[in-house]
């Protein structure tokens, strides 16, 4: 069974830092681009980042860009989403996904997406 589970969230204080970690099983994350979007209460869901499958190619939503950092560890056949400097606006469920495709486009859509997990940022 595909499955993309996603842990590491938590409470945390503004400035503070978390890493998110997406684990795969069911299939092989090296043939696919990885991504983590994000939906808060009230608001759209957002992209927040996607890694090619080799790891050579990264991108971010201008929100998080100096603040986020996209990995992967094929070998463990997990994807990271460290993340510092965190403010109260990246409060959200985040969701890992995968694209079926090498390479991150927007244009493309997710075929499989985790169950979330929530990032709370607050004093």
């Known amino acids: 069974q595909l499955q993309l589970v996603e842990s590491g969230g938590g409470l945390v204080q503004p400035g503070g830092s978390l890493r998110l970690s997406c684990a795969a099983s069911?299939?092989?994350?090296?043939?696919?681009?990885i991504g983590w979007f994000r939906q808060a209460p009230g608001k759209e869901r957002e992209g927040v980042s996607c890694i090619s499958s080799s790891g050579g190619s990264t991108n971010y939503a201008d929100s998080v860009k100096g603040r986020f950092t996209i990995s992967r560890d094929n070998a463990k056949n997990t994807v990271y989403l460290q993340m510092n400097s965190l403010k109260p606006e990246d409060t959200a469920v985040y969701y890992c996904?995968?694209?079926?495709?090498?390479?991150?486009?927007?244009?493309?859509?997710?075929?499989?997406w985790g169950q979330g997990t929530q990032v709370t940022v607050s004093s």
């Open positions: 069911g299939f092989t994350l090296d043939y696919y681009a």
């Open positions: 996904v995968r694209f079926p495709i090498y390479w991150c486009s927007d244009s493309a859509d997710p075929d499989y």
